[in-house]
């Protein structure tokens, strides 16, 4: 055991407010503080953020106590913009000096937080992989001393993943810029492809680096899928969840046409809600979200970019009224439910119709080389036109005939993902255009990635429809 982990464990109480360690936290922040590297996959709200928060604040207390020419930096790694402020804020509340960077902010406060940093202000900092894009901030995170790298949502890293982000490929160059510090990779959810091709992103060896796998079990989740026909159908089986569960739930929906589409029914039921989707302006969503963890006994129906984030312990029920796209996701949603480690129940109901809309969208998600060959084309030959008149036009001469396809809204993300273009998409000014990455030319590649995803959907499928114990498919599916 590292000669720290006392210092560890009053941090933990002192600040936390726990009186001990749970599962393998203890051994965690042990090798952690040894300088050891480890892939931490635990379950929603088994207090994976602990496991760099604590080693975070003892190298802070260490490096008070014997000050160096450079301050000392835990850098955690995050997708999640949106996540950052809560996160920090709660940080923050308990003491922490801890603080966030990402293009939410202004640029003079971009430029406040540097000098903040290079000051040593913070034991903490949050910050996207596309910052070190930013030649300010690589300027001033080389006058610190990085010795701990964790990098949050770790699945983002794997092309293998349920949410691959390519700006995580440039994770191993990340680390050498920072002198190969310390890290600690953290998720969910990883199936041993995911879990071995975060070690290699990484730049790491299998050898160097320790597994913590602390399973996917919630004994107090009660698991059940069910197939439906028909809107009237799942009405019937979520009121009965409603009687079995009263208290706060979270229904997720696919579509917001269908969301919206329920939302009336419960209104005629005069069944109180909250309402949360992408389309809804920010105001309104941080409204929401608000209203929903500070408030007792909310019912929300949500698209899947609620929850994340989320720390409201007494969630009694999370149901799918619509098929999720895979078991990564269904499993990171449905741990939202019954953090207090009391009972919950995880409702999926599943309509035929539904897997023909997550067919639509596997197909909206991966265009092909000759579509991403056709868009680069028009963005070098007619940008022009196309920042005059816009993603309307621009969809009507990629593919008129079909004009509520959406695989223009994945290419462009994913050119703007690999750095493509300069500019924006939403206004629409886009600048400086270069060429297509070679793994958006190599259509053996994109197919490849496409059957990956379909066969994620097909075992999601094959969970609904599986006669043996679900939680047993699960684990299978996580650990086998």
Not at 415 to 435: C, T, Y
Request: charged share 25%; net charge negative.
């Amino acid at each position: 055991m590292s000669a720290d982990l006392p210092i560890a464990e009053a941090l933990l109480r002192d600040i936390f407010g726990f009186s001990c360690f749970r599962g393998c936290q203890a051994e965690i922040v042990s090798r952690t503080l040894r300088g050891q590297h480890s892939l931490v996959i635990m379950p929603t709200g088994a207090g994976k953020s602990l496991c760099f928060q604590i080693p975070a604040l003892v190298h802070a207390r260490c490096a008070q106590a014997n000050p160096s020419d450079k301050p000392t930096l835990t850098l955690v790694l995050s997708p999640l913009i949106a996540l950052m402020k809560d996160q920090v804020d709660a940080l923050v509340a308990r003491g922490i000096r801890a603080s966030y960077i990402n293009s939410s902010l202004s640029a003079e406060e971009r430029h406040a937080r540097y000098r903040a940093c290079s000051r040593g202000e913070y034991e903490l900092l949050y910050v996207t992989p596309e910052r070190f894009r930013n030649f300010a901030f690589n300027e001033m995170i080389a006058r610190c001393e990085v010795v701990l790298l964790a990098v949050d949502e770790a699945h983002c890293i794997s092309q293998w993943g349920h949410d691959f982000r390519p700006e995580y490929t440039r994770i191993q160059e990340i680390r050498a810029s920072l002198g190969d510090p310390c890290t600690i990779a953290l998720t969910a959810t990883a199936t041993r492809a995911v879990q071995l091709d975060i070690i290699g992103q990484l730049g790491l060896q299998p050898e160097n680096i320790a597994l913590f796998h602390e399973g996917i079990e919630r004994p107090n989740l009660q698991i059940d899928a069910i197939e439906v026909w028909g809107d009237d159908d799942k009405l019937k089986h979520i009121e009965g969840v409603f009687k079995r569960n009263p208290g706060t739930g979270i229904i997720y929906f696919t579509l917001i046409k269908t969301l919206m589409r329920f939302s009336e029914h419960f209104e005629q039921l005069r069944l109180p809600h909250l309402v949360y989707h992408g389309e809804l302006p920010r105001g309104p969503r941080r409204k929401v979200q608000d209203q929903f963890t500070r408030e007792p006994e909310h019912l929300v129906l949500a698209t899947n970019a609620f929850g994340m984030g989320i720390d409201k312990s007494d969630i009694r029920f999370v149901i799918h009224a619509d098929l999720p796209g895979s078991l990564e996701s269904y499993y990171q949603e449905i741990g939202r439910a019954g953090r207090d480690g009391l009972p919950s129940e995880c409702l999926l109901l599943y309509d035929q119709s539904d897997l023909a809309t997550q067919m639509e969208f596997l197909h909206w998600s991966n265009p092909d080389a000759d579509f991403y060959a056709r868009l680069i084309d028009f963005l070098q030959h007619d940008l022009e036109s196309i920042n005059a008149f816009g993603l309307e036009w621009l969809r009507e001469r990629l593919h008129a005939s079909h004009k509520h396809d959406r695989r223009l809204e994945t290419a462009l993300g994913m050119l703007k993902r690999h750095d493509v273009f300069d500019g924006s998409l939403a206004p629409m000014r886009i600048e400086r255009v270069r060429q297509l990455p070679l793994e958006l030319r190599d259509q053996d590649n994109l197919k490849q990635k496409l059957q990956r995803d379909q066969a994620k959907l097909l075992s999601l499928v094959q969970f609904v429809k599986t006669d043996l114990d679900r939680r047993q498919f699960l684990n299978d599916y996580f650990m086998g």
